[in-house]
């Protein structure tokens, strides 16, 4: 089955910039998202097909992909920013939806 | 707006079953899939399968076939996601969710709050 790793944790001070890694074997043909979560919340689509935001994402988030890593950028971090963040893609091999494993954003 | 609205949480025993249910509200319920998706205490997200409430068609994740099953009924805009044979390790926070429209590789722009399923004896 297809696999997505993600780093587990991430600092950042505020008003810098978190890069978040999402790693795949040749993830840049697939499409990736990102979700945010809140410790007790459900989660939030941050970002779609790779880049796209949803209505009412700040545009400090912005995303990329290629090669065997897709990237999560949070620039401008805030305090609110501090949460989990997952990729995810559709593994069209076995039609399935795979999550990566998450990484925990820490705002020092 | 759009709402998901889950069901409370259950505890069940080792070997019985459990429907949540997830009542969608401030969209035109056919016209997007539920995805059902479950996340283990500390853990991260595991993706169980999706239902077209229009016309009831499921896919389910293989590891869930046979022993998951997603219904809708359009009367009440609701979709349920029922599970047999409980095992301990499927204690978790079970979420549904709407795929995102013009979706084509299944992302999901709302979720319900979850619902807590706790397996023990």
């Known amino acids: 089955s297809y696999v997505l790793t993600q780093p587990p944790s991430v600092s950042v001070a505020p008003g810098q910039t978190a890069t978040i890694t999402c790693g795949g074997n040749d993830i840049g043909r697939k499409v990736v998202h990102w979700y945010q979560q809140r410790p007790g919340q459900a989660p939030v689509l941050v970002v779609y097909?790779?880049?796209d935001r949803p209505s009412g994402i700040p545009d400090r988030f912005s995303g990329s992909n290629s090669g065997n890593t897709a990237t999560l950028t949070i620039s401008r971090v805030e305090a609110v920013d501090e949460a989990d963040y997952y990729c995810?893609?559709?593994?069209?091999?076995?039609?399935?939806?795979?999550f990566g494993t998450g990484t925990q954003v820490t705002v020092l | 707006q759009v709402q998901l609205v889950q069901s409370g949480a259950e505890v069940k025993k080792p070997g019985a079953s459990v429907k949540v249910s997830c009542k969608t509200s401030g969209y035109s319920f056919s016209d997007h899939s539920v995805h059902w998706v479950r996340q283990a205490p500390g853990l991260g997200f595991e993706w169980m399968g999706w239902?077209?409430?229009?016309?009831?068609?499921?896919k389910y994740a293989q590891k869930f076939q046979g022993w998951v099953t997603m219904t809708s009924d359009t009367s009440i805009s609701t979709v349920y996601m029922e599970m047999t044979s409980l095992k301990s390790d499927d204690t978790a926070v079970y979420y549904c969710?709407?795929?995102?429209?013009?979706?084509?590789?299944?992302?999901?722009?709302?979720w319900g709050q979850g619902t807590l399923v706790t397996v023990s004896s």
């Open positions: 969710a709407r795929e995102r429209a013009g979706a084509t590789t299944g992302e999901v722009d709302y």
């Open positions: 097909d790779d880049g």
């Open positions: 995810q893609v559709w593994d069209s091999d076995s039609d399935h939806q795979v």
């Open positions: 239902i077209n409430p229009d016309n009831g068609g499921t």
